[in-house]
């Protein structure tokens, strides 16, 4: 869906780099999150906002910060990149009152 | 909050076998309960959703079906083609200021010939 973009879209780093994952939509919605994914498995809730002044943690949200510049940016931070943080993230962007989400390309993440 | 179970993990059918992957869920307050399709290395995306207000969704070849009293929904893919292998995921969400949903944890369907 090209109303939700994610730079980049490959990123390969090296333990202890901080980097910034960027998501940005054209959608309008107010709520986005922020998602992993690793190689098999389901996708776990990193962090969400449902509008630029709110953050919520998710299940995972350790080693991770974020950041709602505006209603159509949201960004996601490794402060300290480790080895285990290697996989694939994922941006979405919902509508209440149905919560229907939409998600971006990804960005494949390789920490070594 | 909302528990979502999804079952089975991995499923095999021959082509041209129909398919159901079953999901439970626990808060009943949920109303909403779409699925998404995951192809290899790409985003999940929207197949097919179902809101509280009806017990049964047919878009050509996939349904799905709720069940509010037992918690329970499935999706339904009949005549099943290679294309259609991919992984699968249920959710469930309530409406409301701060809802959102809930994923299952996904089942791998392959599709062979």
């Known amino acids: 869906d090209a109303d939700v973009t994610q730079t980049p879209r490959n990123r390969i780093t090296k333990t202890g780099k901080r980097i910034m994952l960027e998501c940005s939509q054209t959608k309008g919605h107010d709520r986005m999150y922020w998602y992993r994914q690793d190689p098999g498995l389901g996708l776990q809730l990193i962090y969400y906002s449902f509008d630029v002044k709110d953050i919520n943690k998710g299940e995972i949200s350790d080693g991770y910060s974020v950041s709602r510049q505006a209603q159509a940016k949201f960004s996601l931070s490794l402060e300290s990149a480790i080895p285990n943080q290697t996989a694939l993230y994922f941006c979405?962007?919902?509508?209440?009152?149905?919560?229907?989400?939409?998600f971006g390309p990804g960005t494949r993440l390789l920490v070594l | 909050g909302e528990n979502v179970e999804q079952h089975p993990s991995t499923l095999s059918v021959q082509e041209g076998d129909s398919a159901v992957i079953k999901c439970t869920y626990s808060d009943s307050a949920s109303n909403y309960f779409p699925w998404y399709k995951q192809e290899l290395g790409k985003r999940p995306q929207l197949i097919i959703d179902i809101r509280s207000n009806v017990g049964e969704k047919k878009d050509q070849r996939i349904a799905v079906t709720l069940n509010k009293t037992a918690k329970h929904f499935s999706l339904h893919i009949t005549e099943t083609q290679p294309e259609d292998s991919a992984v699968y995921f249920c959710a469930a969400s309530s409406t409301g200021t701060a809802s959102k949903l809930t994923f299952g944890t996904g089942t791998r369907l392959q599709v062979t010939l």
């Open positions: 979405a962007t919902s509508d209440p009152p149905y919560e229907t989400q939409y």
